[in-house]
């Protein structure tokens, strides 16, 4: 639809469309969630993500994780986006309209525009070293779960 309309105002203005548009989805590049990561603090404060990041970067030991107070969740439109079974925030590819409203709420940056017809997911966006994650966010479960779009999962170890 969308490309369709580009080629409709190029012919329009008179100049060439060369672009090519893929469709994108957003994707929580973190999958670290309760019982998987390790907290500095307990947090009783307003329940946002941005005020909880607002304290020392949030209250996981990661920084670069998902807070999972659901800042996105509720500036999504189109309710794309809610906690799966694990109580972790995910995004359903089927509704979201890659506006980038939740992007842009979002304080450590895990969410990310990838193009929809990817077929996994970034389960981390820790830049520490492998054994330092693993001591503080993949908990018992050892192998970082890597989830396919389709839901199953692949456990890929951390070496």
Request: charged share 25%.
């Amino acid at each position: 639809e969308g490309e369709r309309k580009a080629l409709e105002i190029s012919d329009i203005m008179g100049v060439e469309f060369t672009a090519s548009m893929e469709k994108k989805v957003v994707q929580v590049h973190c999958r670290g969630g309760q019982g998987r990561s390790e907290y500095e603090f307990a947090y009783s404060g307003v329940n946002d993500c941005n005020a909880l990041y607002e304290l020392f970067g949030g209250n996981k030991v990661c920084k670069l994780g998902c807070l999972g107070l659901g800042s996105c969740i509720k500036v999504c439109p189109v309710e794309a986006i809610d906690y799966d079974r694990e109580g972790l925030v995910w995004v359903n590819k089927e509704k979201c309209i890659s506006c980038g409203k939740c992007i842009e709420v979002c304080p450590t940056g895990v969410m990310l525009l990838v193009p929809y017809e990817a077929d996994y997911i970034v389960a981390c966006s820790s830049t520490d070293k492998g054994a330092k994650v693993r001591k503080y966010c993949s908990g018992k479960d050892r192998p970082v779960p890597y989830t396919g779009m389709d839901g199953t999962a692949v456990h890929i170890p951390i070496t």
